[in-house]
């Protein structure tokens, strides 16, 4: 952008322009007008007649010129980072959004197929108590049975507690023996109570047939029997007698009968 080539004398006289042509120059530079020219008249190392047009110079004076920016120079090195500055204030919460409409019930659904039923499940277990009376009887051996209780096959009957018996038995002179057990089911006791000659009938303890457990292939009920005997192990009539004998009674299915 020079209109003339500017001798190496002249290099040191430009890099000492006056201020006034310094000041042009940063006026220039201020204006933003990176276009603009400036020329000057170069004589034995001073410049004269600085001026942003264009003029002529006398004979002995060097006419030059120069833009009012430079090239660009090349990118410098990158600066180190900064301290990260200090977190600002939060901002106010802005007020609630407006409330969505209330989307349509659907339909409902079809009702689904029945399951199928479950299986029979065991009723709650229970105690029971048995309280039977054995009547008198001229015959040796009677035996009565209850026809209420029945225990259904597949159920659990377990002796619990402390059978009693309660009655006269001093006629038989020579033993006696009472037994409760399942009807159909011979041998099952769940009490029995065997005296023979000199037996104290004041105190009568029933043999351990108490934790013994049952399980009746078929509908069952509850047998009671009583024999007496003379000193010759004859029958004798049987004076009758009560007893008590608790259960615990575990049933196969919900249907039963307790009398």
Not at 31 to 57: D, E, N
Not at 97 to 107: A, C, D, E, M, R
Not at 132 to 156: K, R
């Amino acid at each position: 952008m020079f209109g003339r080539r500017i001798p190496r004398s002249a290099v040191a006289a430009l890099l000492m322009i006056p201020a006034f042509g310094a000041g042009l120059a940063v006026s220039a530079a201020a204006s933003g007008s990176p276009s603009t020219t400036f020329y000057a008249c170069l004589h034995k190392g001073s410049l004269s007649r600085v001026s942003a047009s264009t003029h002529s110079c006398r004979s002995d004076s060097t006419k030059v010129s120069w833009n009012a920016v430079g090239p660009q120079g090349t990118q410098g090195i990158q600066g180190i980072q900064g301290a990260q500055g200090q977190q600002g204030v939060q901002g106010v919460q802005g007020p609630p959004g407006l409330k969505g409409v209330t989307g349509s019930q659907g339909p409902n659904g079809d009702t689904g197929a029945p399951g199928a039923p479950g299986a029979n499940g065991q009723s709650p277990v229970e105690d029971v108590t048995w309280y039977p009376t054995l009547p008198p009887s001229p015959v040796n051996s009677t035996e009565t049975l209850n026809s209420t209780t029945q225990i259904e096959a597949g159920s659990t009957i377990v002796a619990v507690g402390t059978p009693t018996l309660t009655g006269d038995l001093s006629s038989c002179t020579g033993g006696f023996n009472v037994n409760v057990s399942l009807q159909v089911n011979a041998g099952y006791y769940l009490a029995e109570w065997d005296a023979g000659v000199g037996a104290n009938f004041s105190s009568l303890t029933a043999n351990a047939y108490v934790g013994s457990t049952y399980t009746p292939a078929a509908t069952n009920g509850l047998e009671i029997r009583g024999d007496c005997y003379d000193l010759s192990h004859h029958p004798l009539p049987f004076p009758g007698v009560s007893v008590s004998v608790t259960m615990m009674w575990t049933h196969a299915t919900p249907q039963h009968t307790i009398t």
